[in-house]
C-alpha cells in the first residue's frame, strides 16, 4: 500500500530524500519513509527516488515467480550487424508480444549498427525473418565502453552498478532468468568488444548465483563458436539448462546475406529459434523447452545445437516459463515480411569466416569494378590468417617435441584446465591477435588449448611471449 501510494501521488518539494512530502500522509507512510532514508543515506532527484521506489515495490512484491532477461550482443563493427539484430529482434517479442516488463530486461550491446556510416537506413536494424525494424524502441541499458566481461558477470550477480541505466538482476530464490549471449565464441570463451569472458569465470559465477539462491531456474540460449564447451561440464543440479548453437568443437554459423546493406542478418540457429518462437506464439505455454530444442536442432543443420545442465525438471517447462506467456500482447511489433526484403536466404557461413566471406561478397557486387581499398581488406586478413597459423605452430613447437605437433592440431579437446586456458588464450589474444577483428583465429587456437592438458601454463606463456614479439 505504502509503494503504490508514493508511486500515484509524489509531491516531492526538494532533492532531500528527508525532505520528501507527500499529501495527507498515513503513519504508516512516514514510519517507511524514515526507515528508507536511514537506510540509504544519501541524496537522490525526484525522478531517482521514484525509480528507487518502483525498483523497491518490484522486489518487495509477493509471490515471486517474476521473468527476467539479460540479452548481450558482444561484439563490434557493421559486418556483425547479425547480432544486435538478434539481440533486438528478442526484445522486440519478449516486450510487446511476450508480456515481460522491460524494467525485467537488461540490455547489453555496442550500439554501433544502427546509425553506422554504412548502414543505408540510418536508425533501423532489421530483422532477418522480415526485413522489420527492430531497432526502434529497443531500450539499451550498457553500450560502448561499459559491454563488458565484468559488467555482466557483475549484473548476473546483482552488483550495484554506477554507470549506463544502472539496472542489475534483482532476482531472487522464486524468479526465472533467461539469458540470451550472441556474439563469437573459442574454446572456453564468448567474445566481447574488447576482452573475453572464459569459462573459469562465469563457471565461478554460476556456482555464486547458485549458492546465493539468486533464481529458481535459469536458462541460457547462446550463440557462439564452440559455445558448448562454455557448458559441457555444467551440473545438473545447479537448476540451469542451457541451449547452445553448437557444440564444443565446431562453429556457429551466419545466415541470410543482405546485398543491400552488404553484410550477413541473422545467425542460423537463432534464426531458427526466434522463428519457432514466433509460429507458436501466443501458445508459448504449449511448448517445453525439450521441445524447442529439438524442433530447432532438427532446423539448424549447419552446426550441431546442443542442451547441457539440467535435463530433468527445466528441461520439461514450457518455454512460456522464461519467456513470457504473451498474456499481454502489445502493439508495435508487425511481423509481417516488409515488401521489398529480399536478402540471400539461402547464404551462410561459418562465423569464423564470416569476415572475408562478406568482403568478397562485397567486391564481388562492384564487378566488373575493383575496389582497391577492399582488395586490400581481403588480402590483409587472407594474409593474416596464413600468418597465424605459422606462429600458432611456432608456440606449439617450443613447447612439445615435433612429432607432438599434429596430436595438438588434430582436434578440439575438453578443457580440463580452466584456468590455464584462460591465461594462454588471453596471452595470445592481447600479444598476438584479438578473435574480435581476426575471427579466423578460432579456427586454430584450440592447439593452445590442447596443450593446457599436457603442459604448464608457464612453459606456454613464454612461448606465445617468444614467437608473438618475433613476428
Same mark, same amino acid.
Given at each position: 500500500?505504502?509503494?503504490?501510494?508514493?508511486?500515484?501521488?509524489?509531491?516531492?518539494?526538494?532533492?532531500?530524500?528527508?525532505?520528501?512530502?507527500?499529501?495527507?500522509?498515513?503513519?504508516?507512510?512516514?514510519?517507511?519513509?524514515?526507515?528508507?532514508?536511514?537506510?540509504?543515506?544519501?541524496?537522490?532527484?525526484?525522478?531517482?527516488?521514484?525509480?528507487?521506489?518502483?525498483?523497491?515495490?518490484?522486489?518487495?512484491?509477493?509471490?515471486?515467480?517474476?521473468?527476467?532477461?539479460?540479452?548481450?550482443?558482444?561484439?563490434?563493427?557493421?559486418?556483425?550487424?547479425?547480432?544486435?539484430?538478434?539481440?533486438?529482434?528478442?526484445?522486440?517479442?519478449?516486450?510487446?508480444?511476450?508480456?515481460?516488463?522491460?524494467?525485467?530486461?537488461?540490455?547489453?550491446?555496442?550500439?554501433?549498427?544502427?546509425?553506422?556510416?554504412?548502414?543505408?537506413?540510418?536508425?533501423?536494424?532489421?530483422?532477418?525473418?522480415?526485413?522489420?525494424?527492430?531497432?526502434?524502441?529497443?531500450?539499451?541499458?550498457?553500450?560502448?565502453?561499459?559491454?563488458?566481461?565484468?559488467?555482466?558477470?557483475?549484473?548476473?550477480?546483482?552488483?550495484?552498478?554506477?554507470?549506463?541505466?544502472?539496472?542489475?538482476?534483482?532476482?531472487?530464490?522464486?524468479?526465472?532468468?533467461?539469458?540470451?549471449?550472441?556474439?563469437?565464441?573459442?574454446?572456453?570463451?564468448?567474445?566481447?568488444?574488447?576482452?573475453?569472458?572464459?569459462?573459469?569465470?562465469?563457471?565461478?559465477?554460476?556456482?555464486?548465483?547458485?549458492?546465493?539462491?539468486?533464481?529458481?531456474?535459469?536458462?541460457?540460449?547462446?550463440?557462439?563458436?564452440?559455445?558448448?564447451?562454455?557448458?559441457?561440464?555444467?551440473?545438473?543440479?545447479?537448476?540451469?539448462?542451457?541451449?547452445?548453437?553448437?557444440?564444443?568443437?565446431?562453429?556457429?554459423?551466419?545466415?541470410?546475406?543482405?546485398?543491400?546493406?552488404?553484410?550477413?542478418?541473422?545467425?542460423?540457429?537463432?534464426?531458427?529459434? @526466434?522463428?519457432?518462437?514466433?509460429?507458436?506464439?501466443?501458445?508459448? /505455454? =504449449?511448448?517445453?523447452? *525439450?521441445?524447442?530444442? %529439438?524442433? !530447432?536442432?532438427?532446423?539448424?543443420?549447419?552446426?550441431?545445437?546442443?542442451?547441457?545442465?539440467?535435463?530433468?525438471?527445466?528441461?520439461?517447462?514450457?518455454?512460456?516459463?522464461?519467456?513470457?506467456?504473451?498474456?499481454?500482447?502489445?502493439?508495435?511489433?508487425?511481423?509481417?515480411?516488409?515488401?521489398?526484403?529480399?536478402?540471400?536466404?539461402?547464404?551462410?557461413?561459418?562465423?569464423?569466416?564470416?569476415?572475408?566471406?562478406?568482403?568478397?561478397?562485397?567486391?564481388?557486387?562492384?564487378?566488373?569494378?575493383?575496389?582497391?581499398? @577492399?582488395?586490400?581488406?581481403?588480402?590483409?586478413?587472407?594474409?593474416? /590468417? =596464413?600468418?597465424?597459423? *605459422?606462429?600458432?605452430? %611456432?608456440? !606449439?613447437?617450443?613447447?612439445?617435441?615435433?612429432?607432438?605437433?599434429?596430436?595438438?592440431?588434430?582436434?578440439?579437446?575438453?578443457?580440463?584446465?580452466?584456468?590455464?586456458?584462460?591465461?594462454?588464450?588471453?596471452?595470445?589474444?592481447?600479444?598476438?591477435?584479438?578473435?574480435?577483428?581476426?575471427?579466423?583465429?578460432?579456427?586454430?587456437?584450440?592447439?593452445?588449448?590442447?596443450?593446457?592438458?599436457?603442459?604448464?601454463?608457464?612453459?606456454?606463456?613464454?612461448?606465445?611471449?617468444?614467437?608473438?614479439?618475433?613476428?
Amino acid at each position: 500500500k505504502f509503494f503504490a501510494d508514493v508511486k500515484q501521488n509524489p509531491h516531492y518539494t526538494s532533492n532531500s530524500c528527508t525532505s520528501l512530502q507527500f499529501s495527507q500522509p498515513s503513519f504508516e507512510m512516514r514510519i517507511s519513509l524514515v526507515v528508507i532514508c536511514l537506510l540509504v543515506g544519501v541524496s537522490y532527484s525526484s525522478s531517482s527516488v521514484e525509480s528507487w521506489l518502483e525498483t523497491a515495490k518490484e522486489e518487495t512484491s509477493t509471490g515471486g515467480g517474476k521473468i527476467w532477461a539479460v540479452l548481450v550482443a558482444g561484439s563490434s563493427g557493421f559486418w556483425n550487424y547479425r547480432h544486435q539484430a538478434d539481440v533486438c529482434h528478442l526484445y522486440q517479442l519478449l516486450t510487446k508480444k511476450h508480456g515481460i516488463p522491460r524494467q525485467q530486461i537488461i540490455v547489453m550491446m555496442m550500439n554501433d549498427i544502427a546509425y553506422n556510416e554504412e548502414n543505408p537506413t540510418p536508425g533501423k536494424i532489421v530483422n532477418a525473418l522480415h526485413g522489420v525494424d527492430v531497432y526502434e524502441g529497443t531500450m539499451i541499458d550498457y553500450m560502448q565502453k561499459d559491454v563488458t566481461p565484468e559488467n555482466f558477470l557483475d549484473i548476473l550477480m546483482g552488483r550495484r552498478m554506477g554507470y549506463g541505466s544502472m539496472k542489475t538482476l534483482r532476482s531472487g530464490p522464486n524468479d526465472y532468468v533467461f539469458v540470451n549471449f550472441v556474439d563469437h565464441g573459442d574454446t572456453g570463451i564468448l567474445g566481447f568488444p574488447n576482452d573475453e569472458l572464459h569459462l573459469k569465470d562465469l563457471t565461478t559465477t554460476l556456482n555464486h548465483m547458485h549458492e546465493q539462491k539468486r533464481y529458481k531456474q535459469m536458462l541460457w540460449y547462446v550463440e557462439a563458436c564452440f559455445s558448448g564447451s562454455m557448458f559441457q561440464n555444467l551440473s545438473p543440479d545447479m537448476n540451469i539448462t542451457a541451449h547452445t548453437a553448437a557444440n564444443a568443437e565446431e562453429s556457429s554459423y551466419a545466415c541470410v546475406f543482405d546485398k543491400k546493406r552488404g553484410t550477413y542478418l541473422g545467425d542460423c540457429w537463432s534464426l531458427n529459434w @526466434l522463428n519457432n518462437t514466433e509460429q507458436i506464439f501466443p501458445h508459448l /505455454e =504449449q511448448e517445453t523447452v *525439450e521441445e524447442q530444442y %529439438e524442433a !530447432v536442432k532438427k532446423l539448424t543443420t549447419e552446426s550441431h545445437a546442443m542442451i547441457y545442465g539440467d535435463l530433468d525438471v527445466i528441461y520439461h517447462e514450457p518455454i512460456s516459463t522464461f519467456l513470457g506467456n504473451g498474456d499481454a500482447v502489445a502493439s508495435g511489433y508487425d511481423s509481417q515480411e516488409v515488401s521489398d526484403f529480399s536478402p540471400v536466404r539461402e547464404a551462410s557461413v561459418a562465423t569464423p569466416d564470416a569476415l572475408l566471406d562478406t568482403l568478397r561478397r562485397r567486391q564481388e557486387a562492384l564487378l566488373p569494378e575493383v575496389d582497391e581499398k @577492399l582488395e586490400a581488406k581481403i588480402h590483409y586478413h587472407e594474409e593474416t /590468417e =596464413q600468418k597465424v597459423q *605459422e606462429v600458432l605452430k %611456432e608456440i !606449439v613447437l617450443r613447447v612439445a617435441p615435433e612429432g607432438m605437433l599434429a596430436a595438438f592440431q588434430s582436434s578440439r579437446q575438453s578443457i580440463y584446465h580452466p584456468g590455464c586456458n584462460k591465461e594462454v588464450l588471453s596471452a595470445f589474444y592481447n600479444t598476438c591477435w584479438r578473435a574480435q577483428k581476426h575471427p579466423y583465429i578460432t579456427k586454430y587456437t584450440y592447439w593452445l588449448s590442447n596443450l593446457c592438458n599436457s603442459y604448464r601454463s608457464e612453459e606456454i606463456l613464454q612461448a606465445i611471449a617468444a614467437s608473438c614479439s618475433s613476428n
